[in-house]
């Protein structure tokens, strides 16, 4: 069996969203039981200079994406940054993994 450079990034791309969709519901869970509205993670930035959490998703799917569209010499998905809450973002991550399934090796 030989690596390429598809079964070297989908599964770590797979991986890695699926991660991120899970943290967002215990994210979920943890505003609702601790009674904050979730929505200030969605515009949280760890450091002044960063990009609001909800971009740092954006980049997150888009590099799955694009990486693996060009590898299979596709065009990827366009999706429009509108989602401004976590259970958008979830959906997001989700729409992603879908198509991530979808590539050919």
Not at 51 to 59: A, E
Not at 63 to 74: E, I, P, Q, V, W
Request: proline share 6%; glycine share 4%; with cysteine.
């Amino acid at each position: 069996m030989s690596i390429t450079l598809f079964s070297a990034s989908q599964p770590v791309f797979r991986n890695a969203l699926t991660n991120l969709h899970h943290l967002l519901e215990k994210a979920r869970a943890d505003a609702a039981t601790r009674g904050y509205d979730p929505q200030v993670l969605v515009s949280y930035r760890l450091a002044p200079d960063m990009l609001p959490f909800k971009s740092q998703v954006f980049i997150a799917c888009d590099a799955a994406k694009l990486c693996l569209a060009r590898l299979g010499g596709l065009d990827a998905p366009k999706f429009d940054d509108t989602e401004n809450t976590l259970e958008e973002l979830q959906g997001r991550i989700q729409k992603t993994l879908d198509w991530l399934a979808t590539v050919p090796a």
